[in-house]
């Protein structure tokens, strides 16, 4: 139920989920902080439901979502710090709530978005900072929402965004200081908001689409990597 062990800060040693549990609730093991093994997610679960391990900073190795799960709540992993080894999702993703793995900042590797992902919610990579690698968005996505890969310092490759993406929130990408190559802004995109990509400074080349009617402030205060032609189209006012 909900709330089952929320506070048990005193529990030790790894959490293991039996395959047999249908739902894990909302808060049921918020703030065990003292958890300080694995957590094992059984595979007969749909869901994480909302801040279902909210500061349980213990937790080291790896975080596996299994595969049966469709949707991670919202802040269900905010402030689990230990996790240091990869992340894997679900490939059955659809939706990564607000807050999901905010504060994650010790997950160390590559992160892939299923296609099957309709949905990211606001800040819900925040300070994950040891992400590393790509970050190519879901074709099915059609907002990045509002610092959601805020703080994500470590990825060091290109940022793919998909041709049907229409709007990128305020700080969407902020100090992202890694991500380098060409930064292509999709054709559906009308406003870039403000502090969109603060700071990312590793970007060597800016492609703005037609479309484009506005730019926010410091959208890309501190991209320095930036070379060669600037053109912004005439609909910028």
């Known amino acids: 139920e909900s709330n089952a062990f929320e506070g048990c800060y005193g529990f030790t040693g790894s959490l293991i989920i039996p395959d047999r549990a249908i739902f894990v609730e909302k808060n049921a093991f918020c703030g065990c902080c003292g958890f300080n093994g ?3 997610l059984p595979r007969s679960i749909s869901e ?3 801040e279902v391990f909210l500061g349980c900073s213990g937790f080291n190795g790896s975080l596996i979502i299994p595969d049966s799960i469709t949707s991670i709540g919202i802040n269900s992993f905010y402030g689990c710090s230990g996790f240091n ?3 894997k999702l679900s490939i059955n993703t659809k939706i990564i709530n607000n807050g999901a793995f905010y504060g994650c900042c010790n997950l160390t590797s590559t992160l892939f978005l299923p296609e099957s992902i309709i949905s990211i919610g606001e800040r819900a990579f925040f300070g994950s900072s040891k992400l590393y690698g790509a970050l190519n968005i879901s074709k099915s996505i059609e907002t990045i929402k509002k610092e959601a890969f805020s703080g994500c310092s470590g990825f060091n490759g290109t940022l ?5 993406l229409n709007n990128i929130s305020e700080g969407a990408f902020f100090c992202c200081s890694g991500l380098r190559g060409k930064l292509l802004i999709p054709n559906l995109i009308t406003n870039i908001e ?3 990509f603060y700071k990312c400074s590793s970007f060597t080349e800016l492609i703005l689409p037609n479309s484009l009617k506005s730019i926010g402030k410091s959208s890309f205060e501190g991209c320095f990597g930036f070379n060669g032609a600037l053109i912004i189209p005439n609909g910028v006012t």
């Open 38 to 40: 694995e957590l094992k």
């Open 48 to 50: 994480i439901n909302d």
């Open 85 to 87: 080894g990869i992340l």
């Open 160 to 164: 793919s965004l998909p041709n049907n």
């Open 194 to 196: 403000e502090y969109t």
